[in-house]
């Protein structure tokens, strides 16, 4: 009996500009780019066929396609109403809502159990008798059921033809068991992405493979607006011909340290320079080993991603919850050196972090959803590099932030002067200098809130008092062995760019939440940078 899931991962395209073209439909039939600071994060496939590049510099972009339409699109909060709802429109059609988000433009739904139903229905002699045989008398019509109850709720499809692009381009010889669970899965990844489409309006890519890193990697590979389905038989030849960089949760400081472990010499010097680098995973399978990945990246970071070297990836689905469990927001600097510019970044921070509560937390009728428990403030010295530690320290958030009887201002000034600062006191001890790369703060710690919290002084009364973030009981030292604070996954060993807990971060990170490049000093949002550090590999 097969056990394996069934995953589909869902990326929508192009999709800033898919949300601007949402509001403003005259944008679809122009090359269009969405412009954050000095760069344009994505552009409309139109842009895309003229040669416009996501990630582009925009001074460059503009330069080289003089009618290339520029829109706005520092504010996030069209982007991220826009990604809830489709969340939501999904985990409607997916039977125990098993559907993960990351990022803003990403899912991972598993439909395990909607394809293991509908396999119960197939006529399994039929199927026996005639999928193994290739034969063009063999098609079968068959209705997907998508309720249990109802039976007149689903969609037709031919078995056993797949529905989509096939991620090799071959068709296994034997369409039973998990392959044909496979093409159940790809009719349904068709139904979902044509009900989106239809009732909100977006095209999606996606991705059906049997864990959510074949599923992603797969799904890529054909866009815009189509899908890709990769039969396990085949997924050592996918992956073989990518570099290890494009494999999903492998970033730049893991390929690197993979890369160093590879080339360098007797004498611990690396002779090879990047370019020269055999980086495919097929040679990467072929000259490392487990052992080398381990003892480069730590145990546990090591098995995982040689194991996902292999197509093995098993991490399950885990639905997003309605709340987020933590929201954080963070700028990245070349040197911050003073108390003013701290106070002033603070200031910035507050109020984005504020937005973001009320976007996240609350619901239409201004009743808070869910209540952070701690602030928590981190940073990262200069001295560290820009991959650095992060260093935090925490505190009980003062209940200020709930209240709606103060001004905005009074309430960001309040959490800067009597809640960041002592805590940045705390992080730089007695120096009275400081180089600084890097602030973030979050809110941690999130309770799901009780029905009715409309009124919040006696919800917090017992442990919010609004002053109580300065009293001194246990604070916790959150600085641990590895340098990261709590809630940095301090658990992790260097290596792993823990994907799923970085892209939670994503979700509910700001604008403002940019590195500075090490080669040329552009400040980029920190999950472009691996891109962007790409674009050099190769110009330099
Ligand atoms: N984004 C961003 N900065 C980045 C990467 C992405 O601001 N470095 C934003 C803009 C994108 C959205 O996130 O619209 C989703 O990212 P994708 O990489 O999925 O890119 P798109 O959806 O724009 O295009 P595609 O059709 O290639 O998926
Ligand atoms: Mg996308
Ligand atoms: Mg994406």
Not at 62 to 84: C, H, M, T, W
Not at 247 to 262: C, R, V
Not at 458 to 482: C, M, P, Q, Y
């Amino acid at each position: 009996m097969s056990t394996c899931p069934i995953i589909i991962a869902l990326d929508w395209d192009a999709f800033y500009c898919s949300v601007e073209e949402h509001f403003n439909p005259e944008l679809k039939k122009i090359a269009f780019a969405v412009q954050q600071k000095q760069i344009i994060c994505t552009c409309n496939y139109v842009a895309r066929a003229q040669g416009v590049k996501k990630l582009q510099l925009l001074v460059d972009a503009v330069k080289q396609f003089p009618d290339l339409v520029i829109v706005n699109g520092e504010d996030l909060s069209r982007y991220r109403d826009a990604s809830k709802e489709l969340w939501y429109f999904v985990r409607e059609m997916v039977w125990g809502g098993k559907v993960e988000r990351l990022g803003f433009d990403e899912l991972f739904l598993d439909v395990t159990d909607m394809v293991d139903f509908n396999m119960t229905l197939l006529d399994n002699a039929h199927v026996a008798r005639e999928f193994t045989r290739h034969s063009p008398h063999s098609v079968l019509s068959f209705f997907f059921r998508t309720s249990q109850q109802d039976p007149s709720m689903g969609f037709s499809c031919q078995l056993p033809s797949v529905a989509g692009n096939l991620a090799t381009g071959s068709l296994p010889e034997d369409f039973t068991g998990d392959n044909l669970r496979l093409v159940l899965g790809s009719h349904l990844c068709h139904y979902i992405r044509s009900q989106i489409l239809e009732i909100k309006g977006y095209t999606s890519s996606g991705g059906v493979s049997i864990n959510k890193t074949l599923a992603k990697t797969a799904g890529a590979t054909h866009k815009p607006n189509q899908q890709t389905v990769l039969f396990p038989e085949f997924a050592q030849d996918f992956l073989d011909r990518f570099d290890i960089g494009k494999i999903p949760w492998i970033g730049h400081k893991s390929k690197s340290i993979i890369l160093d472990a590879i080339y360098k010499g007797t004498d611990g010097v690396n002779h090879d320079s990047d370019r020269t680098r055999d980086a495919t995973v097929f040679n990467v399978r072929h000259v490392a080993s487990k052992q080398l990945f381990t003892s480069s990246l730590g145990q546990s970071s090591g098995e995982k991603l040689w194991d996902l070297l292999h197509g093995v990836d098993s991490t399950t689905v885990q639905p997003t919850p309605d709340i987020p469990t933590q929201i954080s927001i963070e700028d990245s600097f070349r040197s911050l050196t003073s108390i003013i510019e701290v106070q002033t970044v603070l200031r910035k921070l507050s109020n984005s972090l504020l937005d973001r509560m009320y976007i996240d937390l609350m619901d239409s009728n201004g009743d808070w959803l869910g209540h952070p428990q701690t602030a928590r403030l981190s940073t990262r010295p200069r001295s560290t590099g820009y991959y650095g530690s992060r260093i935090s320290r925490s505190d009980s958030l003062p209940s200020i932030v709930f209240s709606s009887s103060h001004s905005r201002d009074y309430i960001v000034d309040y959490l800067v002067d009597r809640c960041w600062m002592p805590l940045f006191s705390k992080l730089i001890g007695d120096t009275k200098t400081f180089d600084l790369v890097l602030l973030n703060v979050a809110v941690v710690n999130i309770d799901k809130a009780p029905a009715k919290t409309s009124d919040i002084t006696s919800f917090f009364g017992k442990k919010h008092l609004v002053d109580n973030h300065v009293k001194d009981a246990r604070r916790e030292e959150l600085v641990t062995k590895s340098g990261k604070g709590v809630g940095e996954h301090a658990d992790l060993e260097p290596g792993l760019e823990l994907p799923w807990q970085e892209d939670e971060d994503l979700i509910y990170e700001e604008t403002s939440y940019r590195e500075s490049c090490v080669v040329c000093g552009q400040r980029i949002m920190s999950f472009a940078l691996e891109a962007h550090m790409r674009f050099h590999e190769l110009v330099d």
